[in-house]
């Protein structure tokens, strides 16, 4: 996934799209809005986006979950498997993101990139509401793919890349 | 150049402000597992060397505490756990990447065993103890006759329990005040230290007692040490590692980390052991409860400052 943080205008609609969407409880939510500002008034530069699971290559979670509930499936998103999740919170303490909640049922629950929606060829709900269409989502290892080209023309950044975490949100700049 | 961060449609639970997702169970359990990994420990090296008879508050008494430490602190595990009718998914699955999952392997060794060796000591301390089963007596026979082997699992795995307590929160490179090597050693020498401490409580013969006194001190110095080269670790570490340090040097958790786990848990049992070895007369009771509790604040102090980090 790519989000463009010059088209970002922090207006949450990803985040209502996904709790409708996914059915997230009342309270919780997978995706949020982050604004930084930088300077001094009146130089001030202020950057928005749109945060969630950065779906990592190299996965903190997958690593130190006891049971394997956490898994990473083909084509790289990371879900996790309700029935095998033990709720321990390894998961939650191990993402640099912080992108990881405890569903109120009792396993940890976090962003799918609308993995049923992906399956069936559709974009996530927060890629398909944006209304500036600040977000694009697609297949990397696919080099003619909208979202291959804009990582390779445009200026990006990833979320806390000290971590080691490999993130596959890219931050267009 | 300042900087202004708000985030806004997230306010979930345990996450949010501050990530608090662990709460009393986890140190508590990793301060009783740490203990008991030390008695069983020593009880298992001292059989092996021979020394049962001279050294048995460390062989057969103390160890008769370690299956409840255990189970108190598996207890306290699970009532952490918030999907805990699934925890049997973590014997279905061997993962070598993630400590938990060594540790519930190792607890599924250590726990049986705990309880096998402190049962195969119960007549010497009990001898008219009558059970009302045949079958009981055979398992006491059994488990009497295989304590050389036990205590040669024991010795080694009474280790990995108590260096994974430690390794377990050091594995979460998102925490940077978990996320260094020393703290592995540090929690395994801490719980050898409370293991002694609580030997030393119950020691009557004066060979023992000057034995697990001089072990006690040593190991009080190690993990000075190991603190001491914690510390320095961050303050040479990354951006994130500096920062995580703060908390402990100034932050919030400074005088809770170096009066009580620092202060009144090491150097204080320090001064008093080292006084007692020169021959002045020490209630044994009270270095072994600072250094008990030493031991239990620096796991509590260490897990709730690392989640904030």
Known sequence: ?173 | MEENIITSGRNNHLIDPVLNVWHWEIPLYLFLGGMAAGILFFASLQYLRGKAEDYPSAVKYAPLFTPIMIIVGLAALMLDLKHPLYSWQLYTIIRMESPMSWGAWTLMLVTPLSMMWAFSYVRELFPKIKYPYKWIYTVEKWCQDIRTPMAWVLVVYSIILGIYTGILLSAFNARPLWNTTILGPLFLTSGLSAGAAFILILAKKKKEIHLFTEIDLLLIVIEIFLITHMIMGYRAGTAAQIEASEILLGGKYTIPFWVFAFGIGLILPAILKVLELRGKKIPLLVPSLLVIFGSLMLRFIITFAGQIT
């Not at chain 1, 969630?52 to 049971?67: I, K």
């Open chain 1, 1 to 173: 996934m790519a989000i463009d943080t010059l088209k970002c205008v922090g207006c949450s609609d990803c985040v209502v799209a996904c709790q409708v969407e996914n059915d997230v409880p009342v309270g919780y939510s997978r995706d949020w809005i982050r604004e930084i500002t930088v300077g001094e008034y009146p130089s001030l530069d202020l950057e928005i986006r749109s945060e969630r699971c950065n779906q990592c290559d190299n996965t903190p979670c997958v690593r130190t979950c006891p049971t394997g509930a956490s898994h990473v499936v083909e084509g790289g998103i990371v879900l996790v498997t309700h029935d095998e999740c033990i709720g321990c919170g390894a998961c939650i303490e191990s993402c640099p993101y912080d992108a990881r909640y405890t569903h109120p049922e009792g396993y940890v629950d976090k962003c799918t990139f609308c993995h049923h929606r992906v399956v069936e060829g559709q974009n996530p709900a927060c890629v398909e509401v944006c209304p500036t269409n600040c977000m694009y989502f697609g297949d990397l290892d696919d080099e003619n793919s909208e979202i291959s080209k804009l990582v390779r023309t445009r200026k990006w950044k990833v979320l806390e890349p000290e971590t080691g975490t490999k993130p596959q949100i890219f931050y267009l700049k």
